[in-house]
């Protein structure tokens, strides 16, 4: 009697899961290895990805800070359903962030972005200490924060590889 195993890729969160016996999950292990291998050389029917995203110093310095994240309202739909108030400021932050001439972002302006779209946050300021003590941000001087590595790494398990490193 075969055994139950699973065989799970994630690919930033566009997931494949298959389970089932032993056999039945190897023959789709095989066809895995098959496309992860295409992607990777890029050859065969398998559709190319997209370039990728400059890096932030890159974007700032060809002068187009956030257009390589498109519009502001685009990237915020990115976010998933679930995503907390916190999530959500996070990511503002991210994008102002992109824009600016010095690499951060404030609470007020982050939390305006948002409010164009029509996301009203209960609290903007608790969401971007509560970022800070996630270390998922940074201040760099009173009311102006940096995302940090750990919190660029949240976001792209959020929102994909559409957030630079």
């Known amino acids: ?28 292990a095989d066809r895995f290895g098959d ?6 050389t890029g050859e065969g029917a398998v559709a190319a990805a997209p370039p990728a995203p400059p890096s932030a110093a890159e974007a700032r310095s060809a002068g187009n800070g956030a257009a390589a994240l498109g519009s502001f309202g685009e990237f915020i739909l990115r976010l998933p359903s679930s995503s907390t108030d916190v999530d959500k400021m996070l990511a503002s932050g991210f994008y102002m962030q992109q824009q ?19 996301i009203k946050l209960g609290n903007p300021s608790q969401c ?4 800070l003590m996630a270390k998922r941000v940074f201040m760099i001087t009173k009311g102006r ?3 940090s590595q750990p919190g660029r790494a949240y976001l792209r398990q ?5 957030v630079p490193d």
């Not at 959020?158 to 559409?162: E, S, T």
């Open 35 to 40: 496309l992860l291998d295409q992607l990777e």
């Open 1 to 28: 009697m075969d055994q139950s195993a699973r065989l799970r890729i994630n690919l930033a969160q566009r997931e494949f899961e298959v389970e089932g016996s032993e056999a039945f999950v190897r023959s789709f």
């Open 128 to 131: 971007v200490k509560q970022s």
């Open 100 to 118: 600016s001439a010095d690499d951060a972002f404030g609470t007020a302006d982050a939390n305006k972005r948002l409010t164009e779209q029509g």
């Open 158 to 162: 959020l929102l994909g590889p559409v």
């Open 145 to 147: 924060y940096r995302v």
